[in-house]
């Protein structure tokens, strides 16, 4: 990719690669190189274990790369971002607080709210209890996670990500864990709190169809040691709603994301076995 296509890119990953100890068989990533443009909507998809979580890792500063360079907001990433939002497969509300509570956690955390909560905390609230309800939690502020059925739960979790109002959401499979129709409730639902808050998304997902309905550009990494063969935009108008994903365009971009990911499980398994012969680099940024 060229540098001048990177220009204003809220997130850049340079030629990273990311090895977690001394054997070959601990590298996860071999020159990732993506980009994310500011409000963007970016999908990861690959065959298991390739390394998306380890991208994830590295655009946010948890783990440092052996090679490549980070970037987010244009300066080069070496410490854990506090501008981040991070939502994961298994919940990670505290079992202690509140769905309210809970919600409000990373203005306890992050600067320059940590500073300002405790002389503003009615207005801190209030915009918690907006988000609640934007998802569809109104009058379960009070309620405690065990009492939040798993999709709650993943609503609570997306209102954690986003109070601070970070430039960037990180979800990792965040619906991973739910059962078909509550996770297609949260797909709408996430795609409500995107067109709302407007952050740069990159999501980690193995549903070619979630990542079909909510992404404009989804990227597809090989086999472990992970790295981006191919990207495909997707131009359906939004709101899109779920129809959308049984549409013939979507419908064949799923399958062209299937194919990609199918040659790369094969490579697995052989690593003689080449990519789809219409595989293009060109544009994979
Ligand atoms: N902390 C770690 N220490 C050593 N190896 C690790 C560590 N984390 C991940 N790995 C290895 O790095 C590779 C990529 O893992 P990663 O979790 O990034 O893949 P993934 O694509 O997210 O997997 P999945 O789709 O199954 O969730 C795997 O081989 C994994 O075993």
């Not at 306890?108 to 300002?116: F, K, M, Y």
Request: overall charge negative.
């Amino acid at each position: 990719m060229e540098a001048s296509d990177q220009r204003g890119a809220l997130v850049e990953l340079e030629n990273v690669s990311l090895q977690y100890g001394e054997s070959e068989f601990t590298i996860a990533l071999r020159d990732a190189s993506l980009t994310a443009q500011p409000g963007e909507f970016v999908a990861v998809v690959g065959p298991s274990g390739c390394g998306k979580s380890t991208l994830m890792k590295a655009a946010t500063g948890l783990w440092k790369p052996s090679k490549g360079t980070v970037r987010v907001s244009g300066k080069v990433v070496d410490r854990p971002l506090s501008i981040v939002g991070m939502a994961f497969q298994n919940s990670t509300l505290l079992p202690w607080r509140t769905t309210l509570d809970n919600v409000m956690l990373p203005l306890e955390i992050v600067q320059p709210h940590a500073s300002r909560l405790a002389a503003n905390r009615a207005e801190y609230e209030q915009s918690a209890r907006e988000l609640l309800a934007l998802v569809g939690l109104s009058g379960y502020e009070n309620a405690f996670p065990w009492q939040l059925s798993g999709g709650m739960q993943q609503r609570c979790q997306l209102c954690r990500s986003l109070i601070h109002d970070p430039k960037l959401l990180m979800l990792d499979e965040p619906f991973g864990a739910l059962d078909m129709f509550t996770r297609e409730e949260l797909w709408q639902v996430l795609q409500k709190l995107w067109l709302v808050r407007r952050p740069t998304v990159v999501l980690v997902t193995h549903d070619l169809r979630e990542a079909v309905f909510l992404a404009d550009r989804i990227l597809v990494m090989s086999a472990r040691p992970g790295k981006i063969i191919f990207e495909r935009q997707i131009d359906n108008p939004r709101p899109r709603d779920l129809e959308t994903t049984y549409e013939a365009s979507s419908v064949e971009a799923v399958h062209e994301l299937r194919s990609y990911i199918s040659s790369a499980r094969a490579a697995i398994n052989d690593p003689l076995q080449q990519k789809p012969a219409n595989a293009v680099s060109e544009g994979v940024s």
